[in-house]
Structure formats: structure tokens, C-alpha cells
């Protein structure tokens, strides 16, 4: 591997443990402020809005400058955010500031291993990332539980600077504070990642670029496989986006846990699913990805399951299984996903569209849980509507799935023979 691909990987881990450190540490500072429990839910929608609104044009931006920059100045914007949560602006509102820089971070981060590397090193170099991504979602929130634990927080908010008053007086604000110096780290990485010799692509019109985009994902969902597995891995993500913080409010309804205390069972999920993730990469093949249709079945099932435990030592294993379940889910649907927007549109479009989707879907599902919590619903009881609607789609989606089968049988049929026979993917 080239050594700009190792300083791409460690911008990635700092930006994406910062990421979900703050995340953690958001939902305390709502929570300590007295903020009623729908504000700490509607987090994750208010960091899915720009990646939604913004789809058709960070692709663009990402193509038209040097993607280094684009990943420092992403960076710049989450600390732009992070010092307004700190300065006394509405937590929700400096969150989506923190969104806005993630959804212009996404493509950049994947964009430059195509103009780094030679095709043979891509799959190679987009596991790395992914694992450390995953690495760091484990190790991000439980920092983020720790930062504000009673070891460590005593210590940071005993940091003196002489002449400067921080106005930092709670573990939620030290630990934010602490949030700014990895995302300053991850951006000192960003400048000496290289200029690649990929030339940089004019930025077309707003409005060419809206139609561009709406073209392309209108012709995935009208892929008789590719619009099963964007369905598939759409709910997938929305469901995992929404997870961290269900979990969080599930484990301080029914374990009594702390915001420190929860954040570890955050992570124990994220271990499941690289297991599930890394078991699916051993023994699927591309042609039989619409066969792990069930386990998203079995995972509404699951969370509403979660209402019934009050013991961690039960939670622990249970939350490992939750997750396992849904990397075994996703790995088969999202290779099927690429496969098919490859072959449709090239690949940079089709993980713009495939961006949207998830990202909407986050916005919608986390709206949804939103809006039960702000009308006094139950923790328990919002978690159950939640399984059952997760349930119910991934049912339809099986459904959905069998009709083509029986009334497009031919062209499902050379589609999937497509992918036995492409060994690329």
C-alpha cells in the first residue's frame, strides 16, 4: 500500500472516533440540561439532514477539489459545530452543523482510494477501512461513556488555562471539549494526504446535478436486484443508525444504566456485527444474497425481544446476536448493492444514491422514534412499534422480493447469472 493510503486511514479512525464519542457525549448534555427525552432521540435525524439534503452535490464538490481538502475542511466544520454546542447553542442544531461536515466527508474518503490506488488494492484497502471504522465506533462511544465517567471527567474539567475562562462546568461539556482535539488531529492528517494526479471535474449546475442524481436513482430502484438490496440495506442502516441511541434509552429504562454506563453496550452491538460481517464474507456468494432476507425479519423481532431483559449479563450476549445478525445481513446485500449500480451507473454514482437512501431512511425512521418519544410514549413501548414496523418492512421487502421472482423470473434469473459469473465482485 502506498503511505498516503495509511494517512487516509488515520484521519478516518480520529474523525470517526470523534464522531461517535460526541454522539454520546450529545445525549448527556441534553440529558443533563433537563431536555425532555424526544431531543436526545431526534439527534440522529438532525445528523442524517444534510447527508439527505445535500445528496446530489458533496459527490460533485468531492470531484471538483483536491479530496484532501475536502476531508480537512469536513473536519473544520465538525469542530465549527462542537464549539457551538459548547458556546451555548442548541445541542440539535450544532449537531446538524456536525452532520453538515460528515456528508461532505463520505464521498471524499472513498473517492481518493480510487485515485490512489490501483484497482487490485481496492477491496483490500476498502476492508481496512471498513474494519477501522468499525474499530473506532466501538472505542468512540465507549470513550465518549468514559470521558464523563466519574474517573476521568474530575481531571479534564480541572484543566486550568491562565487568562481564559472556558465556561466548561459539566462532564458533557469537558468531554466535547476533549471531541475537538481528536477532530483537530484527524484534520492534521488531512493535510498531508497527497494530491492525487486525478483530474479535478467541473462543477456542473444545481440543476444538472439534481437531475443527474434522480435519473440514477430512479434506475436503481428499477433494477429488479438492485432495488431489493437498496430496500434491504436502506432499513439496514436506518435501523443501525437509530440503534445507538435506542440502546441508550433502553438500557437506562430497563438496567438503570448512566449514559457512561450504556455507551459500552453501544459498542457490544458494533462487535456483533463485525463478527456477522466477517462470518457473511466467509461463506456468501453474490448470487445468493437475497437469501439473508429473514435475518431482517428476525432483527425487528429481536428488538422488540430487548423489552424483556433486565440483566446485563443476559443484554450482553443478546446484543452481540442483535448485531451479529445484521452484518450477516448487510455484507451479502451491500456487495449485491455495488454489484448492480456498478453495471447500472459506475460506481461513484451508485454510493452517492446509495448514500441518500440510507441516510433518508435514518432521517425517517429516527423522526418516526422521535415522535413517539415527544408524545409521551414509553421507552418500551416506542421500542416495540419500532420492531414491529423493522418486521413488517423487511416481510414486504421478502414479498416484494418473491413476486419478481415469479413474475420477472427470466430477468431476475440473467441477473443473478451476472453475478456468478463475475468474479470482480
Known amino acids: 500500500m502506498k503511505r498516503g493510503f495509511y494517512t487516509i486511514m488515520a484521519a478516518q479512525f480520529f474523525s470517526s472516533l470523534a464522531d461517535n464519542a460526541l454522539f454520546v457525549a450529545a445525549v448527556e448534555l441534553l440529558r443533563s440540561g433537563g431536555q425532555a427525552e424526544w431531543q436526545r432521540a431526534a439527534l440522529v435525524p438532525m445528523f442524517a439532514l444534510f447527508y439527505v439534503i445535500l445528496a446530489p452535490f458533496v459527490g460533485a464538490f468531492a470531484d471538483a477539489v483536491p479530496k484532501g481538502k475536502v476531508m480537512f475542511y469536513s473536519n473544520t466544520i465538525k469542530v465549527v459545530g462542537c464549539f457551538m454546542m459548547l458556546f451555548g447553542v442548541h445541542p440539535l442544531l450544532a449537531y446538524a452543523v456536525v452532520g453538515l461536515g460528515a456528508a461532505a466527508y463520505s464521498p471524499a474518503k472513498y473517492g481518493i482510494l480510487t485515485e490512489l490506488l490501483p484497482p487490485s488494492q481496492l477491496v483490500k484497502a476498502n476492508g481496512w477501512i471498513e474494519g477501522l471504522t468499525i474499530g473506532s465506533i466501538i472505542l468512540g462511544v465507549v470513550l465518549g461513556g468514559q470521558l464523563m465517567g466519574k474517573a476521568i471527567s474530575p481531571h479534564l474539567m480541572a484543566i486550568d488555562i491562565p487568562m481564559l475562562s472556558t465556561g466548561i462546568d459539566t462532564p458533557a461539556e469537558a468531554a466535547i471539549a476533549t471531541v475537538v482535539v481528536f477532530y483537530l488531529i484527524a484534520a492534521l492528517f488531512n493535510l498531508y494526504i497527497p494530491r492525487t494526479v486525478a483530474p479535478l471535474q467541473p462543477l456542473l449546475g444545481a440543476i444538472d446535478l439534481v437531475r443527474d442524481f434522480s435519473q440514477c436513482n430512479a434506475r436503481l430502484w ?4 438492485g432495488q431489493i438490496s437498496l430496500a434491504t440495506t436502506t432499513l439496514f442502516w436506518g435501523v443501525s443508525g437509530n440503534l445507538r441511541y435506542i440502546v441508550l434509552a433502553w438500557a437506562a429504562a430497563a438496567l438503570g444504566y448512566t449514559t457512561t454506563q450504556a455507551s459500552s453496550l453501544v459498542g457490544v452491538v458494533a462487535i456483533g456485527t463485525a463478527f456477522g460481517a466477517i462470518l457473511a464474507s466467509m461463506v ?60 447500472l451507473m459506475g460506481a461513484g454514482r451508485s454510493i452517492a444514491v446509495q448514500n441518500f437512501n440510507e441516510q433518508a431512511c435514518i432521517l425517517g425512521l429516527g423522526a418516526f422514534y422521535t415522535g413517539m418519544t415527544r408524545f409521551g410514549v414509553s421507552a418500551f413501548a ?44
Open 222 to 225: 428499477a433494477d429488479k436486484l
Open 284 to 343: 456468501m456468494r453474490l448470487d445468493q444474497a437475497t437469501k439473508v432476507i429473514p435475518l431482517g425479519i428476525a432483527m425487528g423481532l429481536l428488538v422488540i425481544a430487548m423489552n424483556f431483559i433486565g440483566n446485563v449479563w443476559v443484554a450482553a450476549p443478546f446484543l452481540i446476536v442483535l448485531g451479529a445478525l445484521g452484518g450477516f445481513l448487510v455484507v451479502p446485500m451491500n456487495a449485491l448493492l455495488q454489484h448492480r449500480g456498478h453495471n
Open 382 to 425: 416506542a421500542i416495540t412499534v419500532f420492531g414491529v414496523v423493522v418486521a413488517g418492512v423487511m416481510w414486504l421487502i421478502g414479498r416484494w422480493h418473491q413476486r419478481n421472482t415469479v413474475e420477472h423470473r427470466v430477468e431476475v434469473d440473467r441477473l443473478l447469472a451476472i453475478a456468478r459469473s463475475d468474479p470482480g465482485h
